[in-house]
């Protein structure tokens, strides 16, 4: 009987959600499915690339060991057996180079890139990040487009009013800034509602004519007779003052002021007194037409506001179209948005086309992460997913949908993650027949930390901080459906402090919170060097504060979360040419190039009275050749002389610089390449620097899927501020947006009921993401969870509401835990949970399920290549020990293997240096992509400095440059018969072809070593002999695939470790 079937699961943080995927993956292997045929999205690519690892990891222990395999057994619920293994393993290592388990996102942008021609995407895009430094310069030279396009005075007039009233006054540095700033919400409305139509404020209330508001104010002021009277016989003056401020209000005709007015405010909501005083039916027969009059007149302002801005963003929208089609540049989210437009628009045929292309290739869907899909996500999704739930149930149309979420880790509803999707697609599925599970013990935390969480979030709905019924309503169901989190294991220690910091000294300047925070995470890395420490912020400046305050402390903490580059002093020498460049009398500048070892390297002149014509041949130079190419050469004579973080940081800059002539390059306006320019997008990028440090501060959202022995929670006085001043209404059913308009202020909001509805559904769903993201906070730790809270300062009459009642992580944490809510004098601890000195009884147990499933350290054997062979013939320990090793296996080969991986997709290092020499991830996950595992990270990230040591050396740096060159080919496989008839099979690691007139006339085999050798003569020539066979062989192969004389063919050997190249005498071949 078939074990396919609909499963949707609602998982809880650290219940084991990766284990799960990983069962379901090798449940369809053993069913008989294709694994080219299952599509397994994530939300991240280190999430896909876990996935992965532990379904070989998995099959290799129970291919090897006898007790793994009943584990296996266990686990899974499977019948297997060792030559089922070898099934499997003969079904999944041949589709290993192009498995579909990715992210969302990567999926989307194969799909769109099968019809790039009909989105309008640009053929091969340089991709980029929303929220980059080059988009915002990008969106900024489309305002300065469209603000050129604008000649008529009327409209240019129209277009300062509409940027004055939406700023509300607020100064700015220029009109595109201001510009910038206000329509930076609004442009991804935009993209889900791109209909002028859609954006409308509607009606409200009426206009009087001159005579009949002349009565009205008139009727307000003959009720002067009949205002109430306190007990005592004496006018009440709220009352009274009210009373006149209304009248004053509706006789300047101030309609902003009649409606904000108090006495009005009560009129509205029918409410019988005010200030203790009576509102008679004259009093009401006289405001009710002064409100409506008013609501008429303000409510004509914002459908002028609202209209305005459809009117401004279609005219954006077509600027930004043509800056990025000129630039060849797309965003990583426009193939998701251009494939859901484009479902939404088109006809049935070509849905079908699309669907029949993917379709054809999905059998079997796994969605991870589902809570977090976006709307238009869900537009590309749909039709898949119903057409696999249209079968029926999975066990008999052998095809499946595998849905997995836990809604309390909802926490991209910023980026369009839509929630409530996830209940959508668990009715959809229960109606096929679907299996739903909840996953309710936790498998990554001690129970210390879940007695916090628990006493935190199932008392979220008794606190004062909710504003509105929505919100209420929605958290108070929120916590309903959260089930009590249960520790795996009882026995686990743990420890959860919940302190204050002192309360600042108003003369200390600096930030006494961030300095004792800084203070306690050193002292607890120092007593626990080995254990993970993560310090978790909500704000990226916090995160900055902290990695600076940890390094003058001695503790080196990796910013993983990404800061720019800027303040490294190497970094700084180059921007201070780059000023001097741009200014050739920046003294300042001058000084500090003249003392660096720039100055050498750029041949700055000594004298001053020349730096005007040194600095205009360098602007020279940067226009022809880019930033990328000059500083290359800057950089390269400055290896010997950086330590491993300075040497980083300056290829990060290589990036950053690669980048700029990628976007800033290509435009034809002259300012985009101004050196200035560079400077200003490398102070305002945010670059990630992941380093072995056991401590790693990061934002919150970075954390997301990761865990920490210890986690620091230092930033949780940030007020929960509504996200954008547009009231969005969306169809109940659809979720398409109906009608978008310009939102009035909080205090009047309630004379538009419709307007007012659409605020707080919106508002109510961003606060319940807020109380996700908590929650993510505080279940990222194992072990330690240590939340620092500011002190809680007096004011007259008693405390501050901020961190007490107002609407911030640590008002919820101190009324959910009874924290007493006084003023706090001395730096205290409010509350704790389990054992201060867990650490050392703490073991290093794993930290997913099950207990007895240990995923193996695996190392790819060199050479090795999946092959079909008979089970029967070879067995299945034999040849997986031929693919797979364990740990104790060649540490030799298994760094050649790293380092190979990496070099091989070098292209013209002079003209594109790779991402992974600045982004550890980016190295991880090339090797994880070609099936190397990463899990020694420590061990992997030595062979992946070693490789970017080899490319800084400058003779393995100029035998990868151009040289005038026509291209490059990596891995180059080859097949030939030599005169005695022997064959001969390889690959070449790097072939090099010259051409004239189209054909090749010469070329050069490059060939990787990674033996560890000197660079003395001796050495050489011994290195040269080892491999001088080999090499004339692979140049023999490379001539006959290009059709030259052997002559006409080089080889080189490139020497990683020492960084140098050995030339091979090719005429004995």
């Not at 041949?94 to 194969?110: E, N, V």
């Not at 409010?830 to 190392?859: I, K």
Request: aromatic share 6%; proline share 5%.
């Amino acid at each position: 009987m078939t074990r396919v079937r609909h499963q949707v699961i609602r998982a809880s943080a650290g219940s084991g959600k990766t284990f799960r995927l990983a069962c379901q993956y090798l449940t369809l292997l053993h069913e008989g499915a294709d694994p080219r045929r299952i599509l397994a999205t994530t939300f991240t690519r280190a999430a896909a690339g876990e996935i992965r690892d532990r379904v070989l990891s998995w099959l290799v222990g129970a291919a090897n060991d006898e007790q793994a395999l009943a584990g296996l057994r266990s686990d899974t619920g499977l019948d297997l057996s060792r030559d089922d293994v070898e099934v499997l393993f003969d079904r999944l290592l041949p589709a290993l180079p192009g498995l579909p388990i990715g992210t969302i996102d990567a999926t989307f942008q194969r799909l769109a890139g099968m019809f790039a021609f009909e989105l309008g995407m640009p053929d091969d895009p340089v991709m980029l990040d929303e929220r980059s430094s080059l988009a915002d310069d990008l969106r900024q030279r489309s305002i300065e487009r469209l603000l050129a396009n604008y000649t008529d005075q009327e409209e240019i007039d129209t277009l300062g009013q509409w940027v004055r009233q939406l700023a509300s006054g607020a100064s700015r540095r220029s009109v595109t800034q201001a510009i910038l700033e206000v329509s930076a919400e609004m442009y991804d409305v935009w993209t889900q509602a791109p209909d002028a139509a859609l954006w409308s404020f509607g009606d409200y209330g009426h206009r009087l004519t001159d005579d009949r508001l002349n009565e009205a104010i008139d009727r307000l002021q003959s009720c002067h007779d009949i205002l109430p009277q306190t007990k005592a016989g004496k006018p009440n003056k709220l009352f009274s003052r009210a009373w006149q401020a209304l009248l004053d209000a509706a006789r300047a005709q101030e309609w902003l002021g009649v409606l904000g007015n108090g006495l009005a405010t009560k009129v509205r909501l029918r409410e019988p007194t005010f200030s203790r005083g009576d509102i008679t039916p004259e009093f009401v027969a006289a405001i009710r037409p002064l409100i409506d009059h008013a609501l008429a007149h303000i409510s004509e302002a914002y459908a002028w506001r609202t209209s305005a801005s459809a009117h401004f963003l279609e005219r954006f929208a077509e600027a930004w179209r043509e800056i990025t089609a000129e630039q060849g540049v797309a965003f990583y989210s426009e193939p998701t948005r251009l494939l859901g437009q484009r479902i939404r628009q088109s006809t049935a045929d070509w849905i079908t086309d699309l669907y029949f292309r993917l379709d054809g290739q999905v059998t079997h869907l796994m969605l991870d992460e589902f809570q977090d899909t976006s709307r238009e996500q869900w537009d590309v999704l749909q039709p898949l997913v119903e057409e696999l739930l249209a079968h029926g149930r999975a066990e008999e149309s052998g095809r499946s949908l595998f849905c997995v979420g836990d809604t309390k880790q909802a926490i991209y509803g910023w980026r369009g993650g839509d929630v409530r999707l996830f209940d959508e697609v668990a009715e959809m599925a229960d109606r096929a027949g679907s299996r739903s599970e909840s996953l309710g013990r936790i498998y990554r935390c001690a129970q210390p930390v879940l007695d916090a969480v628990n006493d935190v979030f199932m008392h979220a709905s008794d606190v004062s901080i909710y504003q509105t019924d929505e919100e209420r309503e929605a958290v108070s169901d929120w916590v309903k459906k959260y089930p009590e989190h249960v520790a795996a294991r009882a026995d686990r220690p743990g420890y959860v402090t919940i302190r204050c910091t002192s309360p600042a000294d108003d003369d200390a300047g600096a930030d006494v919170h961030l300095d004792e925070v800084a203070r306690y995470v050193a002292n607890l890395h120092r007593g626990m060097p080995e254990r993970s420490v993560g310090v978790l912020v909500s704000r990226r400046v916090v995160a900055t504060d902290l990695i600076l305050a940890l390094r003058a402390l001695g503790v080196d903490a990796s910013d993983q979360g990404g800061v720019p580059i800027e303040g490294d002093s190497a970094v700084e020498a180059v921007l201070s040419v780059m000023r001097l460049a741009d200014h050739p009398g920046d003294e300042a500048a001058a000084f500090h190039v003249r003392n660096s070892p720039l100055a050498e390297v750029v041949r700055l002149p000594d004298d001053a009275r020349q730096l005007g014509s040194w600095a205009a041949r360098l602007r020279g130079v940067l226009l022809r050749e880019g930033f990328g190419r000059v500083l290359q050469r800057w950089i390269q004579p400055l290896a010997g002389q950086c330590d491993a973080r300075r040497w980083r940081r300056l290829t990060q800059l290589l990036v950053l610089a690669q980048q700029f002539d990628a976007v800033a390059g290509a435009q034809p306006e002259p300012p985009a390449l101004r050196p200035l320019a560079f400077v200003h997008h490398v102070r305002t990028t945010s670059v990630r620097d992941p380093s072995a440090s056991p401590v790693r501060v990061m934002t919150i959202h970075a954390s997301k899927g990761l865990e920490f022995d210890a986690v620091v929670l230092p930033d949780l006085e940030q007020t929960w501020r509504a996200r954008g001043g547009l009231a969005i209404d969306r169809d109940p059913e659809t979720h398409q947006i109906r009608r978008v308009a310009v939102s009035p202020s909080s205090d009047l909001r309630g004379y538009f009921p419709e307007i007012e509805a659409s605020v707080n559904a919106t508002n109510a769903v961003e606060l319940i993401e807020r109380l996700c993201l908590l929650y993510v906070a505080m279940t990222r730790a194992r072990y330690g969870l240590y939340v620092f809270l500011r002190p809680v300062a007096a004011i007259k009459g008693g405390v501050s509401k901020e961190g007490t009642r107002n609407r911030t992580h640590a008002s919820l944490i101190r009324q959910t835990l009874g924290i007493e809510l006084k003023a706090d004098d001395v730096a205290a601890e409010y509350r704790s949970y389990g054992e201060p000195d867990w650490h050392e009884r703490a073991g290093s147990e794993p930290v997913e399920p099950p207990p007895d499933c240990v995923p193996l350290r695996l190392t790819l054997a060199s050479g090795s290549a999946p092959t079909r062979q008979s089970a029967t013939a070879h067995g299945v320990v034999p040849r997986l020990a031929t693919i797979f090793q364990q740990d104790r296996a060649s540490e030799a080969t298994s760094r050649g293997d790293a380092v190979h991986t990496l070099l091989e997709g070098v292209g013209f290092l002079d003209e594109q240096i790779p991402a992974w020499c600045a982004d550890d991830e980016a190295a991880l996950e090339l090797l994880r992509d070609a099936g190397l595992p990463v899990d020694r990270h420590d061990r992997v990230m030595d062979w992946v400095r070693e490789a970017r040591s080899a490319l800084s050396a400058p003779p393995i740096a100029e035998a990868l440059s151009r040289r005038g060159a026509a291209e490059t080919r990596s891995e180059v496989p080859f097949a030939f018969r030599d005169d005695a008839g022997h064959l001969h099979t390889g690959r070449i690691d790097r072939l090099v072809v010259w051409q004239r007139g189209g054909r090749p006339v010469a070329a050069e085999v490059l060939d990787f070593k990674t033996d560890r050798v000197t660079d003395s003569e001796a050495d050489r020539a011994l290195t040269c002999d080892r491999h001088a066979e080999q090499v004339q062989r692979y140049v023999r192969a490379a001539a006959r695939v290009l059709g030259l004389d052997a002559s006409e063919v080089r080889g080189r050997l490139l020497m990683v470790h020492p960084g140098s190249v050995i030339g091979i005498d090719s005429s004995a071949g």
